[in-house]
């Protein structure tokens, strides 16, 4: 299944989903994935496809959750990303601040300087007043752990986790640092993958809470719904 059918159907889910709740609630998605997995790409097109369909829809990062430097240890800001490292306590807060706010309400929250050393930029995002279907992407919204594991029903209406071989993953993290200038070479960008993301990806899969529906991300994309059925 190419992407644009993948998100056809995952915004047809969608709009079942807002078909159940009120008019004045809206439909939240927790989108989640370990580095590499395409979370923005695919939250992107999930909610264009929404869009295209009639009802207004955005995708969302939570990156700029991640605590600034400057309330970091040095171990801490060596592993900038890390799960100690964003403040789940706040995107928790943000959730519950939302899912209590209906459409005709705006709610800003922090975006983040990707491009420079990863800080936080307070109000440097915001889910629109119009916005009826809110997708969030973000590494560890889907953890066992707390405060995450809040993260589940009526907070969210889904709960989505992106699947991607490790070895491809691998390749892709590598090329994505190389194309941005991060590396000296194709060897020392695989290096840095295996020092630092590798294990972050480890950890994500390791834990992962319950989930409703997986998205394969590999080569070819499929879906695998909770009860099990598979579309590809």
Known sequence: ?????????LADHIQHLHSQQAPNRRTLIALAGGPGSG?????SSIADAVTNR???AQALSIEGFVKPSHVLTDEQKQHKGSFETFDGEAVVEFFKKLREL?????????????DGKFEPIPDGEKVHADAQVVIFEGIYML??????????????????????????V??????????????????????TYDESDEGNRRWIE??????????????ECEITWGDGRVER
């Open 1 to 9: 299944m190419k992407t644009e059918a993948l998100a056809s159907r």
């Open 39 to 43: 979370k923005t790409f695919i939250a």
């Open 206 to 219: 390791e834990n992962l809470g319950e989930v409703d529906l997986r998205i394969g991300s590999n080569e």
């Open 143 to 168: 953890s066992d752990r707390e405060p995450y594991r809040q993260i589940r029903a009526p907070l969210v209406d889904g709960r989505w986790f992106i699947d991607v071989r490790p070895e491809l």
């Open 54 to 56: 009639g009802l207004k």
């Open 102 to 114: 209906g459409p005709g309400h705006e709610l800003n929250c922090p975006g983040v300087d990707e």
């Open 170 to 191: 691998r390749q892709r993290v590598a090329e994505r640092r190389l194309s941005k200038g991060k590396a000296s070479s194709m060897e020392d960008s695989l290096r």
